[in-house]
């Protein structure tokens, strides 16, 4: 899995890890969200919101 890989809210985790979520525009708003491997990402606080992974 690609360290830049955008993951959508709601979609399943693929590696348990911690995850910042970003803006449409590449906002960072909320880091070290802790996701567990099989479980879904939360909803996101705007929409085109999405997750990656925190290097």
Do not use: L
Request: glycine share 10%.
């Amino acid at each position: 899995m690609a360290k830049n890989e955008k993951h959508k809210p709601g979609s399943n985790c693929e590696k348990s890890g911690k995850y910042a979520e970003y803006t449409e525009d590449g906002k960072c708003v909320n880091e070290d969200i802790d996701v567990e491997e099989g479980r879904r990402f939360p909803p996101a606080q705007e929409k085109g919101s999405y997750f990656k992974i925190q290097k």
